[in-house]
Each structure stands twice: as C-alpha cells, then as structure tokens.
Nanobody, 122 residues
Framework: QVQLVESGGGLVQAGGSLRLSCAAS????????MGWFRQAPGKEREFVAV????????VYADFVKGRFTISRDNTKNTVYLQMNSLKLEDTAVYYC???????????????WGQGTQVTVSS
C-alpha cells in the first residue's frame, strides 16, 4: 500500500489554471504507474490521466486532451496534473492513485489519496 497526499486544489475562474500535486510515501515510487481520477457530486469516479513509471507514456481522457498535462518527478516521489483552460464541468474532487501497471480503470488501482477539491466558477 502506498500513501498518497494530494494538494493544489482550490477555487478558480473558468479559463484559469491549477496545478495539482500528489506526493507518495514509498521508495518504490518510480516503479508505479500513477493516475488522476475525479468525482463530481452524484457521479461516478472517472479517469482523467495516467502516466507510466518512467513518464514516457501518458494516456488522457478525451475531455481533457489539450488542456491537462500529467507529469512526474521520480526524484521527488511526486506526480502532477497541470490543468489549463478549466471549465465549469471540471469541478470535482480529484484523486491520485498508484498501480504497478498502466490502466484507465479505477478498480485496477490499489492505493488512493484522500482527494483535493477543484471548484471552477463562472
């Protein structure tokens, strides 16, 4: 089990930007694929982006392509989600998760952070 702590959420106007961070408490961080998911009120948790262990491979949900960028720094045990051109519908709690292999499925991820709220206002 990997302990994960997200930060960087907040209130931002539509069109603005935020950068989320997720710090992991494992020496094996560089062996894990890391994912970002989100959950809006009344909706199921959905895939946002995932990055492989080296950072050389990334996958995005269609609704964030061109706006969000996932990256990682294995020297800092941290994964990031840069969110630009935010829309009202991006409002959700954002979670990071760790998994040994690259996956888009929330069920594949065994370790989760507590989440950070992102609220986009008009």
């Amino acid at each position: 089990q990997v302990q994960l702590v997200e930060s960087g959420g907040g209130l931002v106007q539509a069109g603005g930007s935020l950068r989320l961070s997720c710090a992991a408490s494992t020496r094996a961080f560089s062996t894990y694929a890391m994912g970002w998911f989100r959950q809006a009120p009344g909706k199921e948790r959905e895939f946002v982006a995932v990055i492989n262990w080296s950072g050389g491979s990334t996958v995005y949900a269609d609704f964030v392509k061109g706006r969000f960028t996932i990256s990682r720094d294995n020297t800092k045990n941290t994964v990031y989600l840069q969110m630009n051109s935010l829309k009202l519908e991006d409002t959700a709690v954002y979670y990071c998760a760790a998994n040994p292999v690259l996956s888009r499925s929330p069920g594949a991820f065994g370790s989760w952070g507590q989440g950070t709220q992102v609220t986009v206002s008009s």
